[in-house]
Nanobody, 127 residues
Framework: QAQLVESGGGLVQPGGSLRLSCAAS????????IGWFRQAPGKGREGVAC????????YYSDSVKGRFTISRDDAKNIVYLQMNVLKPEDTARYYC????????????????????WGHGTQVSVSS
């Protein structure tokens, strides 16, 4: 059964860092564009970082550019989201998603249906 499982969330103080992981099982990630999304209570889902199937292209939302870094290790079938200089407004549930054939912008901006979604991991930034 194909699935994505996120981990690494937690409570962190403003200015701190977290690294999220997204592990795939039941399918190989290497052909997929991968994205990290977040959703805060009462808000819509936002694509924050996406990486192309070969890692050559990335896309970041303006809200995280310069602070978050997406990377992938296809040998381990895992994608990471390094989050630095975290702010209270980064508090949300974070999801990873995988789509075959779409561009990074198309995935992050959800131009169409996405093949696989994880169930998310909670990130809370508070003092």
């Amino acid at each position: 059964q194909a699935q994505l499982v996120e981990s690494g969330g937690g409570l962190v103080q403003p200015g701190g860092s977290l690294r999220l992981s997204c592990a795939a099982s039941g399918f190989a990630l290497d052909l997929y564009t991968i994205g990290w999304f977040r959703q805060a209570p009462g808000k819509g889902r936002e694509g924050v970082a996406c990486v192309s199937s070969e890692g050559g292209a990335t896309y970041y939302s303006d809200s995280v550019k310069g602070r978050f870094t997406i990377s992938r290790d296809d040998a381990k079938n895992i994608v990471y989201l390094q989050m630095n200089v975290l702010k209270p407004e980064d508090t949300a549930r974070y999801y990873c998603a995988a789509d075959l054939g779409a561009t990074t912008q198309a995935v992050c901006q959800m131009f169409g249906p996405i093949d696989y979604w994880g169930h998310g991991t909670q990130v809370s930034v508070s003092s």
